[in-house]
């Protein structure tokens, strides 16, 4: 039974940092992607960042590019997404998902991924 536990979320200040993880367990993840999404309330859920096997990135640049990163660790299975200089528009409920590793396209969707964490809150204060 593969599963997502994510941690990490908070609140912060404007202009302050956060680093989620995501330790994904129950089966071998090679050749995987991993993903964030996001969802504000009244929104609908929001491509941020995924990274393949390889360690190539993507981001959805308007809103996070510059200012998140994303990075893996295989051997742990487990995905980060380090946020600085945040705003009070990076408020949501952070997801992290797992699926195979499509294209850069596909792996923007929703659709591209198999498993879900619980989601973590992420509170930015002005």
């Known amino acids: 039974q593969v599963q997502l536990v994510e941690s990490g979320g908070g609140l912060v200040q404007a202009g302050g940092s956060l680093r989620l993880s995501c330790a994904a367990s129950?089966?071998?993840?090679?050749?995987?992607?991993m993903g964030w999404f996001r969802q504000a309330p009244g929104k609908e859920r929001e491509f941020v960042a995924a990274?393949?096997?390889?360690?190539?990135?993507?981001y959805n640049a308007d809103p996070v590019k510059g200012r998140f990163t994303i990075s893996r660790d295989n051997a742990k299975n487990t995905v980060y997404l380090q946020m600085n200089s945040l705003k009070p528009e990076d408020t949501a409920v952070y997801y992290c998902?797992?699926?195979?590793?499509?294209?850069?396209?596909?792996?923007?969707?929703?659709?591209?991924?198999?498993?879900w964490g619980q989601g973590t809150q992420v509170t930015v204060s002005s």
């Open positions: 129950g089966r071998t993840f090679s050749s995987y992607a």
């Open positions: 998902a797992v699926g195979p590793w499509r294209n850069t396209v596909v792996a923007r969707t929703t659709m591209a991924y198999d498993f």
């Open positions: 990274i393949a096997w390889s360690g190539l990135t993507i």
